[in-house]
């Protein structure tokens, strides 16, 4: 397991909970003895441009601090899913988020949808055909299920158990009854669904149960290539430790 990160990700851009200041430096501090870093490099404008409109792009650029930032969370996860086909499985520790980028739009404290845009690149050159997205976040994907809803080649998954058992139980019935296998599995991976963030939900170890449910899914289904990028999550008391237990789940 490789965490992909830049110190930029701490600059806050927004005054959204996203980008909210200390938020990236405490899963920093819970990771950094734990696994090797890898920098990444911002995305190029053809990569924004396999997923987003032209228009958008210019209106995310005038934003500018938040536009520099954005750019680098979309290479971040460029870079973990890269790092997923060359040797192994890697988590982006980016901001801001993208599940709720959309083409031509965006909201939810996100700009570009940095999961589109990873999966974007790795088939433009060759490097994957079918992917699936499974979606942890607290809410539901719409930018990433709406860029996908008529590509056949790419499945969306968010499950919405309401409680903790039924959550972990809805995951695990979706993962079993898939029959057909994908070249890459991609893990919108975010916490606010944990008891002591926004949707009062999930335990910590609940995340270390998931990752190693994604794992072992991974590894029957995926040719054992998963990566993952940081959503939401916003209590930062115990957010470093929901990201840990998740990553040593994958790992
Ligand atoms: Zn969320």
């Not at 003895?33 to 995305?43: I, L, Q």
């Not at 086909?85 to 949808?113: D, V």
């Not at 996908?148 to 139980?169: K, M, N």
Request: net charge negative; charged share 25%.
């Amino acid at each position: 397991m490789k965490v992909v990160y830049h110190r930029r990700y701490c600059e806050v851009y927004s005054s959204d909970p996203a980008a909210a200041p200390g938020r990236i430096e405490s899963i920093h501090e819970e990771l950094k003895e734990h696994f090797p870093y890898v920098e990444p490099k911002p995305a190029a404008q053809e990569d924004l441009l396999r997923v987003h409109s032209q228009d958008h792009v210019d209106y995310i650029r005038s934003s500018g601090l938040a536009y520099e930032i954005a750019l680098l969370a979309a290479g971040g996860a460029i870079k973990a899913a890269e790092l997923t086909l060359e040797t192994e499985t890697a988590f982006g520790l980016i901001r801001p988020p993208g599940h709720h980028a959309s083409r031509g739009s965006s909201w939810g404290f996100c700009y570009f949808n940095n999961i589109a845009i990873a999966i974007e690149r790795l088939r433009s050159e060759d490097k994957i055909s079918e992917a699936l997205i499974v979606d942890i976040d607290l809410h539901y994907g719409d930018g990433t299920a709406d860029i996908f809803s008529s590509d056949s080649q790419v499945a969306y998954f968010h499950p919405e158990g309401a409680t903790r058992q039924s959550y972990l139980e809805e995951l695990k019935r979706y993962l079993a009854v898939r029959r057909e296998s994908f070249d890459i599995l991609a893990v919108s991976a975010g916490f606010d669904r944990h008891q002591q963030d926004w949707g009062g939900l999930l335990q910590t170890e609940d995340y270390h149960t998931i990752g190693k449910m994604l794992k072992e899914f991974a590894q029957s289904k995926c040719n054992s290539r998963v990566f993952s990028v940081l959503e939401g999550g916003y209590n930062h008391s115990v957010l470093g430790k929901n990201v840990k237990a998740l990553l040593e789940g994958l790992s």
